[in-house]
């Protein structure tokens, strides 16, 4: 079975700032991991995804994330936050490639302060 | 343009009253799936097929059917809504069933269930 845990259903920063989204998974195969995110009144988009050729992952936005297999963590972080990276946003876990199922975080709100 | 289309974007309807919110995918896409948004719980499958007349059961599908009788379409029916299916619903598409593809989802559809 595969799991995932996000920490921290909100997070504010200010504008500026790093922001740190954190994601840790649980999956009995290798994982292959992704980041969402969802605006308001919108559905979700893919920000990156993790499929093993790098672990450190670049993807839209100037976000990132990196694989770290000993932590089970997949974190996103991205070094200035801007106004319109308020969002919320979800990590999710796929491997088994029977259900092709995504299993998700539950989410964190991301709220930037000018 | 790619993308995938639902309808209606928003639904309110009462108990009992059978409804079909249509999904749809221009890019040829084998693998569709079906999910709902609550607070606190991510997103959740409900249904999903791997390709026409192949369907079968997410996570959360009592209360739910689908079919998919065309590549394009995979409409989510309730025939018997009840309030605590309430909810925001997202359909997605993938080129394929491997894990290693992202899904790509709809603009969701808001149901509230009196």
């Known amino acids: 079975a595969q799991s995932v845990t996000q920490l921290g259903s909100h997070v504010s920063v200010s504008e500026g700032a790093l922001v740190l989204l954190r994601c840790n998974y649980s999956?009995?195969?290798?994982?292959?991991l992704f980041w969402y995110v969802q605006y308001p009144n919108q559905g979700l988009q893919l920000l990156l995804k993790?499929?093993?050729?790098?672990?450190l992952v670049k993807g839209i936005n100037g976000f990132e994330a990196e694989f770290k297999k000993s932590e089970t963590s997949f974190h996103l972080t991205k070094p200035s936050a801007h106004m319109s990276d308020a969002a919320e946003y979800f990590c999710?876990?796929?491997?088994?490639?029977?259900?092709?199922?995504?299993?998700f975080g539950s989410g964190t709100r991301l709220q930037v302060q000018p | 343009e790619a993308q995938v289309t639902q309808n209606p974007r928003y639904l309110i309807t009462v108990t009992g009253k059978k409804l079909t919110v249509t999904c749809s995918q221009n890019m040829n896409h084998e693998y569709m799936s079906w999910y709902r948004q609550d607070p606190g719980l991510g997103l959740r499958q409900i249904y999903y097929s791997m390709n026409v007349e192949a369907t079968d059961k997410g996570d959360v599908p009592e209360g739910y059917k689908v079919s998919r009788k065309e590549k394009r379409n995979f409409p989510l029916i309730l025939e018997s809504p009840s309030p605590n299916q309430t909810s925001l619903y997202f359909c997605a598409s993938s080129l394929s069933r491997g894990p290693a593809y992202e899904q790509y989802f709809g603009p969701g559809t808001r149901l509230t269930v009196t």
């Open positions: 999956s009995s195969v290798p994982p292959y």
């Open positions: 993790y499929t093993s050729a790098a672990t």
């Open positions: 999710a876990v796929s491997g088994d490639t029977g259900r092709r199922a995504l299993t």
